[in-house]
């Protein structure tokens, strides 16, 4: 990534923080509605879950700049999702989910530059994580 594309993941971010249970809840609906398996790897509280994934979210844009520091938890998670069930085209649902509640939320602030910057950020994240899983298994 570059450091523009880091700095346009990182602002595009701080609009989304205000909204994030909102933007949490539009997530997992699109997700489902993509793919209604995926909701069978998910038990529990939604809510929670949306709190989970808004606080892994920021963590990984505030870390973007410092990748190394990221990459060790992100495999970690990314053995976990694997032992979850969780597959590589999963991940492609995931992302199509994410960019879609990205631009539902920033409207005209989601450029194109800001897009691809989520789609490279997403791309070292998804990819770090694929990686372990696959080693894991």
Do not use: C, N
């Amino acid at each position: 990534m570059t450091p523009r594309q880091i700095e346009l993941v990182q602002s595009s971010w701080r609009l989304v923080v205000p909204v994030g249970e909102d933007a949490a809840q539009r997530f997992y609906v699109r997700l489902f509605t993509l793919d209604p398996s995926l909701r069978d790897l998910f038990k529990g509280d939604m809510r929670k879950q949306g709190r989970k994934l808004m606080s892994m979210i920021d963590f990984a844009v505030k870390a973007l700049a410092r990748l190394d520091s990221l990459l060790p938890g992100l495999r970690m998670l990314g053995e976990r999702h694997g032992r979850y069930g969780v597959r590589d085209e999963h991940y492609d649902t995931v992302a199509e989910a994410l960019l879609w509640t990205l631009q539902k939320g920033l409207g005209q602030a989601f450029t194109s530059e800001v897009k691809e910057a989520w789609v490279a950020a997403y791309g070292v994240l998804s990819g770090t994580m694929k990686e372990a899983a696959k080693v894991e298994a």
